[in-house]
């Protein structure tokens, strides 16, 4: 039986929706494991699924393996093919003699990411999975709105954003940031000194904060899951990074923003100000005659 329609409730209506085809005792399980975190809208066939993600919005699909067989493949690949900014997830809660092909046929199908909950460690697994994926709808809203802001900026500095919120989640230092881009931390550093603009660092805290606020919006999730999603050492260094960006607690930042609300103070504070110079800026290339462009 599907799940009931979401009502006027508004928390069940910030907690994101998933779809699912699972045997009867992973609904349960499901259902258990995501309280507060995500609200699953169970289907008994992948036909259903499809027809589902048509008509409604899901932030992910999960497909459990024990529920595929040779008929259900070509609805996984057009569930993919059709829907590929919906992740999809296949899930694993027991062997059969045909698991190890299922499996292999889903990952032909595109079906990238494989949860295997016959540990409790599983579920932990299942929820950073959903979480990730959670954080990347805000950085792909991040990244149409900035390059929008900088329609005709290089390459270079379009590359520049697409790192800090591709990666931004797991990027903690401006080192790892650094690396990502193939630039030494100093010159990255003293290219956004030349061209006058707020220092990189900076760029990179408020982009995580972006993937913060957003993560916050799941009532469910405590502070102290944020900061481990967000690879912080720990809460108190979260909380200790908030006040040195915003200059508030934790508590006081998850009532004030929302994923949208931190991304347009991203925008206030970082782009619109120096929109003109980062429409010239490439901190992938920089040379003495750019540099003189970059003056104000």
Known sequence: MDSPRLDDNPIETIV???????????????????????????????????????????????????????????????????????PAVALLSSMSAQTAQTVLVLGRCGVRTLVDVREPRGWQQLRSVLLHDQATEIHRVALARVAADLVGAPEGCHRFFRALFEEGAETRTIQELSAALGVIPSTLMSRFVRASLPAPKLFLSMARLVCAARLFENPGLSVTLVANEL??????AFGRHLRSILGMTALEFRDRYDGEGMLQRFRDELILPNVQRLRRFDPLRVDAAQRSRYEP
């Open 16 to 86: 994101p929706r998933i779809t699912t085809v699972l045997t009867p005792d992973e609904r349960l399980r499901v259902d258990a494991a995501g309280q507060g975190i995500y609200r699953a809208w169970h289907r008994e066939t992948l036909s259903d699924a499809l027809r589902d993600l048509r008509d409604h919005r899901a932030a992910a699909v999960l497909v459990s393996i024990a529920r595929c067989d040779a008929h259900d493949i070509p609805n996984v690949a057009r569930v993919v093919r059709e829907f590929p900014r919906v």
């Open 231 to 236: 690879d912080y050492s720990s809460p108190q």
